[in-house]
């Protein structure tokens, strides 16, 4: 397992790209300050592309006892309380995942659920599995730039398939989205 502890510096840098992802989408600057930001972005890919490493070497999704696992992809479930067959959290979707008049990017939902549910599939031993289905009921808008509960387990197992459910509630209590994944475990050798 990789680890954090070794990685500090890299994990702030995650945290600042989703910061910078997040004012990014909330920006409307004059020209000269876009050039700005961008020019100091490009220099963060020229600094960073002579350290590019193999998929096995790769940090990012790797280190896994940080919240958002230094991955800036999906949003970033905050733990509460967890076990190899649960967990409960708290997640805020940042201004990066906005779809519409205040609610999340439909497309938001499923990234995070991937992520959450999927984890749980692997854990306590099961090994690795891939999503063969992730069903998504979205009952409520989901807010952005509030705190939402978050919950999910491992519904049953069946051989190979693991079945995996989750949901959101927003602040009012108000149940926004449930959902559940199909994973199921690889054979040797599957890739
Ligand atoms: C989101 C950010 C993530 C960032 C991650 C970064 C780093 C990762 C670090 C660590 C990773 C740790 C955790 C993982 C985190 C997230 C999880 C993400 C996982 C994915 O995101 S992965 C990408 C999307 N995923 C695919 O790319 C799958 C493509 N696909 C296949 O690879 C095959 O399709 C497979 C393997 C699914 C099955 O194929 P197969 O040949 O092994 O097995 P087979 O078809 O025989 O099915 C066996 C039994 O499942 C039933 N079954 C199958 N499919 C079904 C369906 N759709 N509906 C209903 N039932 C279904 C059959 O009916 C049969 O059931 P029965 O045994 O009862 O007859």
Redesign the pocket.
Known sequence: MKSAAEHREFVDLVEALRAAQDTITGASPPEDVARKAREGLEEVTRLLAPFTVSEAEQLA??LITEPGHA?A??PVLHVDESSTEHVRGRLVLGRYYLGGNGAAHGGSIP?FF??VL??LA?DGGRGTS????LHVNYRKITPVGQELRVEAHVDRVE???RFVVGTIHDPEGDLTVDAEG?F?A??PG?P
């Open positions: 999704g790797y991955q992809l999906a990234l991937d992520d999927g984890r692997n891939r999503t063969a289905y051989g190979r398939k199909l199921v690889l054979r599957q």
